[in-house]
């Protein structure tokens, strides 16, 4: 049987590999390299510096993985992922069939922690399911949300209280009534700019653990025009941003 490790690799800093990753990383005989878009520089910084630094044995090979294109969304979001994600299982299947022996371990490198807005093991699920016979194993890592939660020096949750971690895209729709702490990924349009600031503390983080980490906090009325400025010059100076925030209600 083929095997598969995935591996949480942190969110920026080689630094948070867990040991259980490293051993993982060092069991691969073959690396799988997905093209992803937003991703893409800094994962590939980030993956090198781990293979260098962690990988005691560089017999390994390395096997890019061509993500297809996915669809303009449109109307039918779920629609269009699903058969985007249809596709991209199959690429995946087609190469752990030719580019893997029976007994081969391939390994994927995932951004953060593969439980957190990251498809693959969606997707593995799918390649699974086409029959091809498969083995998998999960290694968390540490996600962005609990580097910002770190940098900031803040628990995410009031006392006793939930957490939703949510998209700019679902933000945008207003600040949920019946939360208090709410974590926003994956937001290109500034959504908390959307919302009404009052009474709502921002936790704002870019770039987390790499070099370029970029924090700011405060009121969200006070700093929403100052990190969307703030956003966009380092954006425009790294030619790409990752950045994600809490937003919480400030106690009556
Ligand atoms: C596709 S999701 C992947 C999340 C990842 N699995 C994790 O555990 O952090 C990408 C989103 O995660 C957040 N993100 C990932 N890395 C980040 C970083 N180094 N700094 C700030 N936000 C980051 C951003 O909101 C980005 O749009």
Redesign the pocket.
């Known amino acids: 049987m083929r095997n598969i490790l995935i591996i949480?690799i942190g969110?920026?800093?080689p630094d948070h590999m867990t040991v259980e990753a490293i051993e993982a990383l060092n069991r691969a005989d073959v690396l799988f390299i997905p093209d992803k878009g937003?991703?893409k520089a800094?994962l590939r910084s980030l993956r090198e510096s781990i293979c260098t630094r962690f990988i005691r044995q560089p017999g390994y090979r390395t096997v890019p993985v061509a993500i297809p294109k996915r669809a303009e969304a449109g109307a039918d979001y779920r629609g269009v992922v699903d058969d985007w994600h249809e596709r991209i299982a199959a690429s995946y299947c087609s190469l752990f069939e030719t580019e893997l022996a029976e007994g081969e371990n391939g390994a994927l490198m995932?951004?953060?922690?593969?439980?957190?807005?990251?498809s693959t093991l969606r997707i593995m699920e799918r390649v699974a399911a086409s029959g091809l016979a498969l083995d998998w194993q999960v290694y968390p890592?540490?996600?962005?949300?609990?580097?910002?939660a770190a940098r900031h020096r803040i628990p995410l949750n009031s006392i006793g209280g939930p957490i939703l971690v949510t998209t700019?895209r679902r933000l945008a729709a207003g600040f949920p009534a019946d939360q208090d702490s709410v974590v926003?990924?994956?937001?290109?349009e500034q959504s908390f700019g959307a919302v009404d600031p009052e009474g709502l503390d921002i936790y704002w983080?870019?770039?987390?653990?790499?070099p370029d980490?970029i924090l700011l906090a405060g009121p969200l009325a006070a700093l929403s025009a100052e990190i969307t400025r703030v956003r966009a010059e380092a954006r425009a100076r790294h030619g790409w941003?990752?950045?994600?925030?809490l937003l919480r209600r400030r106690p009556a």
Do not use: F, H, K, R
Request: negative net charge; glycine residues 20%.
């Open positions: 949480g969110s920026g800093n937003e991703e800094a995932v951004w953060g922690d593969p439980a957190l807005y990251d890592g540490i996600s962005s949300v609990q580097v910002l700019g926003v990924m994956l937001d290109g983080g870019a770039y987390l653990g790499t980490e941003i990752m950045d994600t925030y």
